[in-house]
């Protein structure tokens, strides 16, 4: 079972990390509202306006708007932390890595007691490939203010680069216990328990999916971890959902393929589903491989002997189609 920790696509655009105290935090998060279509659109804004609105326009990437109304936010106030914050995180999006840092230095100069640069701070050091410098500014972070899940969550994200999971997770707990809201910390103890194969593994993946319920990816890992660790129907019928969601995703239909054939025996089905996988990519050679094994184990030999001499026809080194003719005796 592949498990990815997702460490760089979460780390490069990071909410704002706590500010000196709860209050502050409270007053920081609610600064970030969710831009409605009206404010999107509207021609006159205040600097909290602007800034909400390129958040807006950088979430869906639209980058040059999201540039232009953070220079309209800083033409008005060119001191406001909350903007330059943003204004880090498009250069992030362009990965312009200068820029990024004398943005967020620019930051800390003007609010040097303000922990959410230093954070950034840490995320470009470890971009970067500085764990050192990285953790040093993490340390920094928590000595402006302890109360800070983002900080905790790029120290998890550092142990992760080092393969040390134990502790990553407790790094990743500790952010979730001062966020619950924080869903990041959440993916990466699941993916960490998966890879252990630890029952605990389901729960997160749940969880997740309760605090956002439109990411399919999550349910995609839920299903691969219930397949690999004896609970095939769920996962099939999970997979039957994504397809109902993603008819022409290749990957489920190849997973459902996969989970009927190897785990629950039901070669018809295995084949009907590999079909409809080499629909959608007629290439496939993994599709088409256990396509010819399903055929095989349902005694069709010559079926499945013509499959793997196609595989060859088009890949004459593939190992698993040469084994599996060696197999038939061919």
């Known amino acids: 079972m592949k498990r990815v920790f997702l460490v760089l696509a979460c780390i490069?655009?990071?909410?704002?990390?706590?500010?000196?105290?709860?209050?502050?935090?409270?007053?920081?998060?609610?600064?970030?509202?969710?831009?409605?279509?009206?404010?999107?659109?509207?021609?006159?804004?205040?600097?909290?306006?602007?800034?909400?609105?390129?958040?807006?326009?950088?979430?869906?990437q639209q980058v040059g708007n999201a540039i232009r109304d953070i220079n309209s936010a800083l033409s008005l106030d060119g001191k406001n932390v909350d903007a330059l914050l943003v204004l880090a995180d498009i250069y992030y999006a362009l990965g312009d890595q200068d820029n990024i840092l004398l943005t967020l230095n620019k930051a800390t100069e003007i609010a040097p007691m303000d922990p959410r640069p230093v954070v950034k701070l840490a995320e470009l050091s470890f971009l970067q490939g500085n764990t050192k410098m990285s953790s040093a500014y993490l340390d920094k972070a928590l000595?402006?203010?302890?109360?800070?899940?983002?900080?905790?969550?790029?120290?998890?994200?550092?142990?992760?680069?080092?393969?040390?999971?134990?502790?990553?997770?407790?790094?990743?707990?500790?952010?979730?216990?001062?966020?619950?809201?924080?869903i990041d910390p959440v993916y990466q103890i699941a993916h960490i328990?998966?890879?252990?194969?630890?029952?605990?593994?389901?729960?997160?993946?749940?969880?997740?999916?309760q605090m956002e319920p439109d990411n399919w990816t999550t349910y995609y890992d839920l299903a691969m971890f219930l397949q690999d660790n004896g609970n095939p129907e769920k996962a099939l019928e999970i997979y039957d959902t994504l397809n109902a969601k993603m008819p022409d995703n290749y990957q489920v239909l190849f997973n459902r393929g996969y989970v009927n054939l190897v785990y629950l025996f039901d070669n018809d089905a295995a084949i009907e589903c590999f079909d409809q996988a080499l629909a959608v990519n007629p290439k496939a050679v993994d599709a088409l491989l256990n396509k010819g094994v399903a055929y095989e184990q349902k005694g069709n030999y010559k079926q499945a002997k013509s499959i793997y001499l196609q595989i060859l026809k088009d890949n004459p080194n593939y190992q698993l189609a040469i084994d599996a003719l060696h197999r038939m005796g061919e």
């Not at 969550?153 to 809201?181: E, H, P």
């Open 12 to 60: 490069l655009v990071l909410a704002s990390c706590s500010d000196n105290d709860k209050k502050d935090n409270k007053q920081s998060k609610d600064k970030q509202v969710e831009v409605t279509e009206t404010e999107v659109v509207a021609d006159t804004l205040d600097v909290d306006g602007y800034i909400n609105r390129a958040r807006w326009h950088l979430a869906n």
């Open 193 to 209: 328990y998966a890879a252990q194969r630890d029952p605990l593994a389901r729960d997160f993946y749940n969880l997740a999916i």
């Open 143 to 182: 000595e402006l203010n302890s109360v800070n899940p983002q900080a905790y969550y790029m120290r998890g994200i550092i142990c992760l680069s080092k393969n040390d999971t134990v502790q990553a997770l407790k790094q990743f707990m500790k952010a979730r216990s001062q966020d619950d809201t924080f």
